[in-house]
């Protein structure tokens, strides 16, 4: 049986009055991500992973912010069409975990929902996905909260009949 394990990182500027999605999840805050897409860096993380377990490349591979397609685009949106990909090169997500790098608020309360959201797209139980956040201790840009940064790993199986690699 064919494992292959990935991992992402993604970081976003935080702007004043910008809306502020993770993890699929539009959180109650003054302050916002800034990017081409929605900005979601648990999702954009996720897909990176993704795409690196499976050899597929990375998310601005796929979806180039030059491209104005991408622009404003709900990441729940790349997080399917990724997924699409590395179904097609005959693997499965067995898990993914993230450790999210926010100085505040804190996520705790929305960390099921995001999980949940995760789980829909991915068509896996909420059990196989994990979502951690922690503060940089006011240090760095995290600790200024000028960003918000995220990693991820995912583990993939293959399910290609003739079991050789893809
Ligand atoms: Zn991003």
Redesign the pocket.
């Known amino acids: 049986m064919n494992y292959r394990i990935g991992i992402g990182y ?1 970081v ?1 500027k935080l702007k004043k009055g910008n809306l502020l999605w993770l993890g699929g999840i539009l959180i109650k805050h003054p302050y916002g991500v800034e ?1 081409h ?1 929605d ?1 979601d ?1 648990i999702l ?1 993380s996720i897909c990176d992973a993704l795409l690196g377990a499976a050899g597929l490349g990375d998310i601005g591979k796929h979806f180039p912010d030059t491209d104005m397609a991408f622009k404003g685009i709900d990441s729940k949106i790349l997080l399917k069409e990724t997924y699409r990909m590395v179904l097609k090169k005959k693997f499965k997500v067995i898990n993914t975990d993230t450790t999210l790098s926010l100085q505040e608020p804190k996520i705790a309360t929305y960390i099921l929902a995001m999980r949940n959201c995760i789980g829909k797209i991915l068509k896996i139980s909420p059990f196989q996905i994990s979502i951690k956040a922690t503060t940089s201790e006011g240090m760095g840009f995290i600790g200024r909260k000028e960003g918000v940064a995220a990693h991820s790993v995912c583990l993939l199986r293959s399910f290609y009949t003739k079991r050789k690699w893809v």
């Open positions: 993604d976003h990017g897409s900005a860096v954009h």
